[in-house]
């Protein structure tokens, strides 16, 4: 089985910075791609940012120019620098791993977190 354990939220005054981080653990042969999604009260999931193993990075309009996504493939950990925070930003941030490969497995699946919770204040 694989784990995926975000870290780093909490509360932050607007025009701050927090960073996140998502550890994965188990018997992980390989990941293709992670990212970070958020949901805010009230609002569907939606995608935050993204990195492929090979370092290929998608943000959201709307953290574009603020937010930067990293990854350590040897580590099978991602990080979430979160700076000039807004209101809007407040939401469980979410990990998701795609397309895991398991050592000796022979097919690909996704996880997700269980997620932090990033608040915003104005």
């Known amino acids: 089985q694989v784990q995926l354990v975000e870290s780093g939220g909490g509360l932050v005054q607007a025009g701050g910075s927090l960073r996140l981080s998502c550890a994965a653990s188990g018997s992980i042969f390989s990941i293709n791609a992670m990212g970070w999604y958020r949901q805010a009260p009230g609002k569907g999931r939606e995608l935050v940012a993204r990195?492929?193993?090979?370092?290929?990075?998608n943000y959201a309009d709307s953290v574009k120019g603020r937010f930067t996504i990293s990854r350590d493939n040897a580590k099978n950990t991602m990080y979430l620098q979160m700076n000039s925070l807004k209101p809007e930003d407040t939401a469980v941030y979410y990990c998701?791993?795609?397309?895991?490969?398991?050592?000796?497995?022979?097919?690909?699946?996704?996880?997700w977190g269980k997620g932090t919770l990033v608040t915003v204040s104005s």
């Open positions: 990195i492929t193993s090979g370092g290929d990075t």
């Open positions: 998701k791993a795609d397309r895991v490969r398991l050592v000796g497995g022979i097919y690909d699946i996704n996880y």
